[in-house]
Structure formats: structure tokens, C-alpha cells
Antibody, heavy 117, light 110 residues
């Protein structure tokens, strides 16, 4: 079955960068996009952006443009999300998920990122 | 970018039916039939319950249904069960390859 397994918990200082990985299995990696969504503590879901592994096309939320980079490695069926210039309000659980025409479907388990001095 | 407005909370008793609304504030977005609903239990990843406004993924109970009228999409849960208690989020295509989530609705089963 489709599975997305994300990398482990990260603790970073303000101004640093974090890179979260998302290893996929159970489907043809190039057939579906990968979306990234985050959830601050006690808050709702925030769509961050998505990438098409087939051609590398990507789109990110306007408020994150310039700080977020999404990439994929088709040799290992893995997606990556890097967020730079971290701030305390970037503290959140970060999810990757498969993405098709209808939107987001299967989710990873989430990666907790804490930004604190 | 558009925004999606959901009620903060809804509640119902076991066996009852409830509906959660999701209103799009941008008139442009109302023309897309790309609305999905997600269920999230505490500490868990969200789970897709409805896509394409009305479609149910394989394995999702037929007690869950979706609809849309104008700029408002709705998720209806019939025959409410204790296990349905969770947070529910709508998500819609927002144009120019972007997507947006609603603020979420906490469902309490009384």
C-alpha cells in the first residue's frame, strides 16, 4: 500500500535551516505530486506547497516563497522540504502527502520541528 | 489568495447527523469542484474522507458524504459514532496551482 515515512524530530535555533525527508513506497513515485503541509501547536493545517516529481514543477504558498525549497530524488523515491531562516513561529509538525488532480490524499506520519534559542 | 471559513465547533449525539460547512471567500474559487475533507484525531496525521466535493475514497464509511452549493461546501456525517469525534478540515484549490485549508472544525460526540 502507499506509504510515506518521514525523517525524525528536529530542534533548530532561529536563523538556521531544516531539511525534512519523505520516503515513499507502494506506488510509482513520478505519478503523483508531493504536497507539504504544516500544523503549529494547537492550530490548523497550513498548505506550504507541492512538487511534481515527474518534471520538477513546484508551487509554494506566497507567504513562504523565498524560504522554502521542495525537491525530489527519483532514484530513491524520496521528497525533501527545506525551510530556511527559521523563526520560532515555524515550530510545527510538518507533513508530506501524495497529491493528485483532486488534491492531497495519503499523508506521512509528520515530523516535529522546534525552533528555539 | 482565498480563505475558507469553517465553524470552530459542532456537536451531536450518537446516531444523529451533523453537517460542517466550508465557505470560500473568493468568488473565483467557487467555480472549482476541487474540495476535499480530512479527519484528524489528536496526535495523528489527517485522513482523506471526501475528494472532488462528493467522492469517497475506498475504505471510508458511507456515513460520510460531501456536497456543495455556490461557494459553500459541506461535509455530512450520518449515524454519528463516538469514533467520529475529531477535527475536520476542508481544503480547496485556490488557483494558480495553490491550495488552501479551512481553519478546522472540532466535532464533539456528546
Amino acid at each position: 500500500q502507499v506509504q510515506l515515512v518521514q525523517s525524525g524530530t528536529e530542534v533548530k535555533k532561529p536563523g538556521a535551516s531544516v531539511k525534512v525527508s519523505c520516503k515513499t513506497s507502494g506506488y510509482s513515485f513520478s505519478n503523483y505530486g508531493i504536497s507539504w503541509v504544516r500544523q503549529a501547536p494547537g492550530q490548523g493545517l497550513e498548505w506550504m506547497g507541492w512538487i511534481n516529481p515527474y518534471n520538477g514543477n513546484r508551487h509554494s504558498a506566497q507567504r513562504l516563497q523565498g524560504r522554502v525549497t521542495m525537491t525530489t530524488d527519483t532514484s530513491t523515491d524520496t521528497a525533501y522540504m527545506e525551510l530556511r531562516s527559521l523563526r520560532p513561529d515555524d515550530t510545527a509538525v510538518y507533513f508530506c502527502a501524495t497529491h493528485n488532480y483532486y488534491g492531497i490524499n495519503v499523508w506521512g506520519q509528520g515530523t516535529t520541528v522546534t525552533v528555539s534559542s | 489568495q482565498s480563505a475558507l471559513t469553517q465553524p470552530a465547533s459542532v456537536s451531536g449525539s450518537p446516531g444523529q447527523s451533523i453537517s460542517i460547512s466550508c465557505t470560500e471567500t473568493s468568488s473565483d474559487v467557487g467555480s472549482y469542484d476541487l474540495v476535499a475533507w480530512y479527519q484528524q484525531h489528536p496526535g495523528k496525521a489527517p485522513k482523506l474522507m471526501i475528494y472532488g466535493v462528493t467522492e469517497r475514497p475506498s475504505g471510508v464509511s458511507n456515513r460520510f458524504s460531501g456536497s456543495k452549493s455556490g461557494n459553500t461546501a459541506s461535509l455530512t456525517i450520518s449515524g454519528l459514532q463516538a469514533e467520529d469525534e475529531a477535527d475536520y478540515y476542508c481544503c480547496s484549490y485556490s488557483g494558480i496551482s495553490t491550495w488552501v485549508f479551512g481553519g478546522g472544525t472540532r466535532l464533539t460526540v456528546l
